[in-house]
């Protein structure tokens, strides 16, 4: 059974930072692409940031270009995302996403990002 844990949202001010931990495990085949998507209230699910498995392509949203960082521990089966100079509308559910080599895709159960003015 795939499981994908995340762990690392919470309050945090304006100007803050947070990291997102997500740890995938009961994939039969290796993973590919992982990443973050956000969806807040009333808004569609988009993406925030995700990374190759050979490190090499990374893609962000605008919105987040320069304050956020996503990482990745191939051994580990772990993405992080590395989240700096919060602003309130960073504020949403943040949801780990990873794809394996037969395209098949996966979903955390999302982790809430709460940013106070």
């Known amino acids: 059974q795939v499981q994908l844990v995340e762990s690392g949202g919470g309050l945090v001010q304006t100007g803050g930072s947070l990291r997102l931990s997500c740890a995938a495990s009961g994939l039969h085949f290796s993973i590919t692409t992982m990443g973050w998507y956000r969806q807040a209230p009333g808004k569609q699910r988009e993406l925030v940031a995700n990374?190759?498995?050979?490190?090499?392509?990374?893609n962000y949203a605008d919105s987040v270009k320069g304050r956020f960082t996503i990482s990745r521990d191939n051994a580990q089966n772990t993405v992080f995302l590395e989240m700096n100079s919060l602003k309130p509308e960073d504020t949403a559910i943040y949801y780990c996403?990873?794809?394996?080599?037969?395209?098949?895709?996966?979903w955390g159960r999302g982790t809430q990002v709460t940013v106070s003015s």
């Open positions: 990374i190759s498995r050979d490190f090499a392509t990374t």
């Open positions: 996403h990873v794809e394996d080599l037969n395209a098949r895709r996966f």
